[in-house]
């Protein structure tokens, strides 16, 4: 039901300021809305995902608290992700949370937004392994 009169919002502040219509930003909104996962950034080191879970829970049911670490050294990389059950809890958590404090560091919250496919770039790569000269 929020979501709809969220919708509904949008759709008439977007008719009424111009009559270009913002698709994109429009479509990107409704996926957001939609969302139950949310995007935190900022956290201290000292957050693991218990922690997380439990600063979150307030607002509903946590289906997931990830806390992203470094694969090598085991460390956080200071942000994280919360799943909630629904898009209602989410949006309160956002809401609430975004600038607030979680163990002395102000965290930000947003709607996280899905990877893109395909392969991602990064890491070492010796041309001896693909058929190159080697070192």
């Known amino acids: 039901m929020a979501l709809c009169n969220n919708l509904r919002n949008l759709l008439r502040q977007s008719a009424t300021q111009s009559r270009q219509a913002p698709a994109a930003s429009m479509l990107n909104y409704v996926r957001c809305m939609s969302s139950t996962k949310l995007f935190i950034g900022g956290l201290s080191y000292g957050v693991d995902e218990q922690s ?6 307030s607002f509903g049911d946590v289906v997931e608290a990830k806390v992203i670490t470094d694969r090598d ?16 809890s989410a949006g309160a958590a956002l809401s609430a949370m975004d600038g607030k404090e979680l163990n002395q560091r102000s965290i930000r919250v947003s709607y996280a937004n899905d990877r893109p496919a395909g392969p991602r770039s990064g890491g070492y790569r010796r ?3 693909f058929g190159g000269p080697a070192f």
Do not use: M, P
């Open 52 to 57: 997380l879970r439990d600063a979150f829970s």
């Open 73 to 88: 050294t085991g460390r956080s990389k200071g942000f994280g992700f919360v799943n909630f059950n629904n898009v209602e």
């Open 127 to 129: 041309d001896d392994d």
